[in-house]
Each structure stands twice: as structure tokens, then as C-alpha cells.
């Protein structure tokens, strides 16, 4: 590679990944990371966590000395402006920087709750707005949370379990029960409840004022502070405008993360990656995934061969509970509940396949689960099945 090295758009899993794994391949070239975050490169799962509940400050990927001694480059509060990929370019400010590799790790951003007044509510995206949330929860005794994703079930009890009383509101009658389905939901809000938040669920929120939620049934809850958990939406502006080709609000890549522009890559949010296990483009929005695109994207860059080929998986820790998924994406035609004493597992279907699993406390069938799904065999039985739900 020549002088002009491996630049990266965002210092995310996926970007701090690729940093790394160019690193292990090519000891030579310059890598620069460039982001908009003022922070060095953080971890984002314990913003809605530990570091929320005020349980730890430390989120820092690699000591500050990391990317030093790698040979790595992090330029944090810069805003890239344009991408040129015929010129292999990219702008910052006033300056041009060229490139040999460019991997896009630009992340999402939260999407705003639609409703008149939306704007009281706060996000929880970067380490800035868990800062924000957490001085705020400091000085709180009430809380809303609008949406029952798994970011919003993990806000709401890390909020509860610091002491605030906090309603969770979200349009279905469990939490995440259209995706995961009813016997999920079920179990995800006694999760919720068993923390200390109280559910409501079923009821839209149609409009904010400071301290004051307005829901669909004509009810006014007060509240010290608004949480908006609805959603992300990944940041391709920069792809977009720089004529990569996008489908679906993401940025089509391979299984090697390659785009359709010579040596641009894309990896997590904002990636539509080819699954060469799965045999079709797969969208995901996890953590793990994000890091393992990178290191694909990372690698290649250097002048490796590598692949993406893992099932998407996931971590969440709802109060003291840690729930973990391994799944497609794409639906299922049945869903079978195992319960066990301290937990359960949810396995999920697709004509007679295994495409998903949904564990609390079985670990075992978390990791049985990822060689089932990647194998396309069925599930354990000795479950009750339910209808099942495809997009």
C-alpha cells in the first residue's frame, strides 16, 4: 500500500476494529480515524447500563496509549464534509485528505420521537447524552421511557434501579412482542417489572410538554424527564452523496464489506452485508456484528481475504437479568418457549429451520442455538409452538 494508508469515518466498534485488524496485516502504512465524537473511542452497551446507574465511568475501548503504540491516528471532533471516491479523497473542514482505503464506520443517529414537543425528550446515543441523562436521572424522582426496545427495557430499569419511578410506554401490549413475540414479551416484562419499572403498554404517545406526557388514551403523565428509545437511523448521507449504491437506507456491501466503489468499505449500522451462511443481504444493528464487519473490512484493506459469515448476535442486561439473541432478522413462522428455573429460552422457526434464539440464563442453548441457525436445522422441541411473525 502507499503512503496515503487506511482512513476511517468513525471510531465506533466497526471503526476501531478495522483500525486494528489493518494493523495486524500492514505494519507500515498510516491508519487515521476520523470522527465527530469529541471522545476517544467508547463502548456503547454500558451507556444504558452501569455507566447510566452511575455504577462506572470507565468505557474507553483501549487506554489512550493504544492507539500510539499501534501506530494509529485518532482525530476526534472533525466533521467530514464530502467523499470522493474516483479522486479517493474525502474532505474535513478545508483540508483534502486522500486515501488508498476508506472504510465508512459512520454509526446511526437516534431517531426523534414524531409527536408535537418531541424535542423535551431526551436520546441516549453517544457518552454526551448518557452524561446528560445521568445528571438529570441525579435530580429526577419521575422518568417516561417511550419505547420498549431493548434500549428503552435497559434505560427504564437501570433508572428505576437508581432510585427514579419509571413508567415504560410503548404502543404494544408486551415489550418487543411483534418481533419477538408474545411468549418473549411475556417474559421481557417481568424483567421490567421485577427492576421496579411500571409498563404501559398498548398506548401511543401523541404529544410532549415539559414534564408532561400526553399518551393516546387521553391520560397526562408528569414526569422530571422524557426518555425517546424509538429507534435509529444509520448515517449515510456521506455514502449517499458520493453515489455509492444504497438500498433499504444502508449501504450495499459483500461479504467482505467491499461497496461499489473501488476500496470504500462500509461496515456496522450502516451496512447491508452479504451473510455467506445466510446467502443474502442481512441488516444488523449490534454491537458484536459491528466489530466483526470491521475486522473483515480491516483486513482487506491490508490485502487479506476475509469474510463475514457469523450469525448476528447479541448481549442485553435488563435489571440483574442478561438476555442473549442470536437471529437473521428476517422473521419466523414459529416461535417454542422452554422455561427453566432460573430463566428461559425462545426458539424461533422459519419453515422448519431454526432462525432465532431468545436465552435468559441458558447460555447453552444460546451457543446450540448459533450452530442450529447457521446449520438450518429445527429446534429442540418439547416446546409449545405459536404462530410466528415475518415482516
Known amino acids: 500500500?502507499?503512503?496515503?494508508?487506511?482512513?476511517?469515518?468513525?471510531?465506533?466498534?466497526?471503526?476501531?476494529?478495522?483500525?486494528?485488524?489493518?494493523?495486524?496485516?500492514?505494519?507500515?502504512?498510516p491508519v487515521r480515524i476520523l470522527t465527530a465524537d469529541p471522545e476517544p473511542p467508547y463502548a456503547r452497551p454500558p451507556l444504558s447500563k452501569d455507566y447510566l446507574r452511575g455504577e462506572t465511568d470507565d468505557v474507553w475501548l483501549h487506554p489512550a496509549d493504544w492507539y500510539?503504540?499501534?501506530g494509529i491516528d485518532?482525530?476526534?471532533?472533525?466533521?467530514?464534509?464530502?467523499?470522493?471516491?474516483?479522486?479517493?479523497?474525502?474532505?474535513?473542514g478545508?483540508?483534502?485528505?486522500?486515501?488508498?482505503?476508506l472504510v465508512l464506520a459512520c454509526g446511526a443517529a437516534p431517531m426523534p420521537l414524531p409527536v408535537p414537543g418531541g424535542h423535551f425528550a431526551l436520546s441516549l446515543r453517544s457518552l454526551a447524552d448518557a452524561a446528560r441523562l445521568r445528571r438529570r436521572a441525579d435530580d429526577a424522582t419521575s422518568a417516561v421511557v417511550v419505547g420498549a426496545g431493548f434500549i428503552g427495557c435497559e434505560v427504564a430499569a437501570s433508572l428505576a434501579m437508581h432510585g427514579v419511578a419509571v413508567t415504560l410506554v410503548a404502543p404494544q401490549d408486551f415489550p418487543q412482542e411483534k418481533r419477538l413475540g408474545?411468549?418473549?414479551g411475556e417474559r421481557l416484562l417481568g424483567l421490567v417489572t421485577d427492576a421496579g419499572v411500571r409498563y404501559a403498554g398498548g398506548v401511543s404517545v401523541r404529544a410532549l410538554?415539559?414534564?408532561?406526557?400526553?399518551?393516546?388514551?387521553?391520560?397526562?403523565?408528569?414526569?422530571?424527564?422524557?426518555?425517546?428509545?424509538?429507534?435509529?437511523?444509520?448515517?449515510?448521507?456521506?455514502?449517499?452523496?458520493?453515489?455509492l449504491q444504497v438500498r433499504d437506507g444502508r449501504v450495499v456491501v459483500g461479504s467482505d464489506m467491499r461497496t461499489s466503489a473501488a476500496d470504500v468499505y462500509a461496515v456496522g449500522d450502516v451496512a447491508l452485508a452479504f451473510n455467506g451462511?445466510?446467502?443474502?443481504?442481512?441488516?444488523?444493528e449490534h454491537w458484536q456484528d459491528a466489530d466483526d464487519h470491521g475486522a473483515v473490512a480491516g483486513a482487506n484493506a491490508a490485502g487479506a481475504d476475509s469474510t463475514w459469515d457469523d450469525v448476528p448476535g447479541f448481549w442485553s442486561t435488563i435489571g440483574e437479568s442478561t438476555i442473549k439473541h442470536h437471529a437473521w432478522g428476517d422473521g419466523y413462522d414459529r416461535d417454542y418457549l422452554v422455561t427453566h428455573d432460573d430463566g428461559f429460552t425462545v426458539w424461533y422457526e422459519a419453515d422448519g429451520?431454526?432462525?432465532?434464539?431468545?436465552?435468559?440464563n441458558a447460555d447453552d442453548d444460546y451457543d446450540a442455538g448459533e450452530r442450529l441457525i447457521a446449520e438450518g436445522r429445527p429446534s429442540p422441541r418439547g416446546a409449545t409452538p405459536r404462530p410466528g411473525h415475518r415482516p
Do not use: K, N
Request: a negative charge.
Open 277 to 284: 451462511v445466510a446467502g443474502r443481504h442481512v441488516a444488523v
Open 209 to 243: 410538554d415539559e414534564g408532561v406526557v400526553h399518551v393516546g388514551d387521553g391520560v397526562d403523565v408528569h414526569a422530571d424527564l422524557v426518555v425517546a428509545a424509538t429507534g435509529v437511523r444509520p448515517r449515510i448521507t456521506l455514502a449517499e452523496a458520493a453515489g
Open 182 to 184: 408474545r411468549a418473549a
Open 94 to 101: 478545508a483540508e483534502v485528505l486522500s486515501y488508498d482505503a
Open 74 to 92: 485518532l482525530s476526534s471532533g472533525v466533521e467530514v464534509s464530502a467523499i470522493d471516491p474516483g479522486a479517493h479523497t474525502v474532505t474535513v
Open 68 to 70: 500510539a503504540e499501534r
Open 1 to 29: 500500500m502507499s503512503g496515503s494508508g487506511l482512513l476511517i469515518v468513525g471510531s465506533g466498534p466497526g471503526g476501531v476494529s478495522a483500525a486494528e485488524a489493518f494493523r495486524e496485516h500492514d505494519r507500515d502504512s
Open 353 to 360: 429451520a431454526t432462525v432465532g434464539v431468545l436465552t435468559c
